[in-house]
């Protein structure tokens, strides 16, 4: 992850995206570099479009933004009908014992 993250670093900050940039941001960070992880990433974004790629991966995001908020909403309706259930369930068990002793 951190490879993509200096490839992103370099795109933010208007520099190339060449080898010997990412290796940079990698060794200033502390990181380990391996050879053969800078190549392969540098040559998938060869041609790519970042700013669009970022806006599409967005997308999904912000779509299923209004979906979890609502997700609460629904738990909690679960949870006063499991409430409502278990007093139903305690005074039937009540009754029942009652009927046993009167």
Same mark, same amino acid.
């Given at each position: 992850m951190e490879y993509v993250y200096a490839a992103l670093l370099l795109h933010a900050a208007g520099k190339e995206i060449t080898e010997d940039a990412v290796k940079a941001v990698l060794s200033a960070?502390?990181?380990?570099? *391996?050879?053969?992880? !800078?190549?392969? &990433? !540098? =040559? +998938? &974004?060869?041609?790519? #479009? @970042? *700013?669009?790629? @970022?806006? #599409?991966? +967005?997308?999904?995001?912000?779509? =299923? +933004?209004? +979906?979890?908020?609502?997700?609460?909403?629904?738990?909690?309706?679960?949870?006063?009908?499991k409430k409502e259930e278990k007093k139903d369930d305690t005074a039937a068990a009540a009754a029942g014992l009652a009927a046993l002793f009167g």
């Amino acid at each position: 992850m951190e490879y993509v993250y200096a490839a992103l670093l370099l795109h933010a900050a208007g520099k190339e995206i060449t080898e010997d940039a990412v290796k940079a941001v990698l060794s200033a960070a502390g990181v380990e570099v *391996d050879e053969a992880r !800078v190549k392969a &990433l !540098v =040559a +998938a &974004l060869e041609g790519v #479009n @970042i *700013d669009e790629a @970022i806006e #599409n991966a +967005a997308m999904p995001v912000a779509a =299923a +933004a209004p +979906a979890a908020a609502a997700a609460p909403a629904a738990e909690e309706k679960k949870e006063e009908e499991k409430k409502e259930e278990k007093k139903d369930d305690t005074a039937a068990a009540a009754a029942g014992l009652a009927a046993l002793f009167g």
